[in-house]
């Protein structure tokens, strides 16, 4: 079984996030100078939601809320769904599709080890996929 903790190996240990009283505008110049799609909303080392483009998109834009004015507490998921590094990719896949999300805060002993997006397990699962098919060639060519 593939875990999240395999995805997590492959990545850099980078945990972005912001406070609950950040404007939505300097939180998205985050996401836009990182190139990510969500940041985590924490206090400390508790997590304490997240906010994506969705939200942006449905609790700011489509609202007519100011940016500039309107702090990320006002604008983030605040029970965010999570997975610990022990549960398996096609758990990841499930929950992302039966909850139409792109990102899953990964948890560890109640601390943030890191976050998943569905980019990182489609590059994981390409990768796994080919490295499976490399193996039976070399097995069928032996």
């Known amino acids: 079984m593939k875990t999240v903790q395999q995805i997590l190996n492959t990545k850099p240990v980078q945990i972005y ?10 939180a998205l110049k985050i996401m836009t100078e990182k ?10 080392e508790r997590l304490l939601g997240i906010f994506t ?3 942006y998109a449905r609790k700011i ?3 007519g809320k100011s940016s500039k004015d309107t702090l990320i507490s006002d604008a983030m998921t605040t029970t ?3 997975v610990s590094p022990s549960d398996s990719i096609e758990l990841c896949m499930q929950t992302m599709t039966d909850k139409h999300i792109r990102h899953l ?6 601390k943030v080890a890191g976050m998943v997006s569905i980019g990182d397990v489609v590059k994981f699962i ?5 490295q ?3 193996q039976l060639e070399s097995y069928i060519n032996s």
């Open 17 to 26: 996030s912001v406070t609950t009283n950040t404007s939505v505008l300097d």
């Open 35 to 44: 190139n990510i799609s969500a940041l985590l909303i924490m206090d400390d």
């Open 53 to 55: 483009e969705r939200d």
């Open 61 to 63: 834009v489509l609202l």
């Open 80 to 82: 965010p769904i999570t």
């Open 105 to 110: 805060p990964v948890m560890s002993a109640d």
């Open 126 to 130: 390409i990768a796994d996929q080919k």
């Open 132 to 134: 499976t098919i490399s």
